[in-house]
């Protein structure tokens, strides 16, 4: 059984720095893709960031692009969101998600089968 887990979120001032990490256990990922979404209170979940899970291109939103970096290392199974000056704006929950995207749906929801619980990652003063 698969089970994504998040960790790293917490409180942080304006222009700080967080890393969050996402650990995959219970299947074999190769061939998949690894994706950050977040949900600010009384918004949809949208996309931050994805890349496939055995390297190659990686993907951010434009609101992100210049700050979060999503990086894996090597072969272990954990992915990270490293996020740089972070605004207020970026408070929500962060959920790491594992699926088949095409290039085309790497920010699509559905292209994803597998969903953590999410971290809460608060920016504030």
């Known amino acids: 059984q698969v089970q994504l887990m998040e960790s790293g979120g917490g409180l942080v001032q304006p222009g700080g720095s967080l890393r969050l990490s996402c650990t995959a256990s219970g299947g074999t990922f190769s061939g998949y893709s690894v994706s950050w979404f977040r949900q600010a209170p009384g918004k949809e979940r949208e996309f931050v960031s994805a890349?496939?899970?055995?390297?190659?291109?990686?993907y951010y939103a434009d609101s992100v692009k210049g700050r979060f970096s999503i990086v894996k290392a090597g072969s272990n199974s954990a992915v990270y969101l490293q996020m740089n000056s972070l605004k207020p704006e970026d408070t929500a929950v962060y959920y790491c998600a594992v699926g088949r995207p095409i290039t085309s749906t790497m920010a699509t929801m559905s292209a994803y089968y597998y969903w953590g619980q999410g971290t809460q990652v608060t920016v504030s003063a």
């Open positions: 890349r496939r899970w055995n390297g190659g291109n990686t």
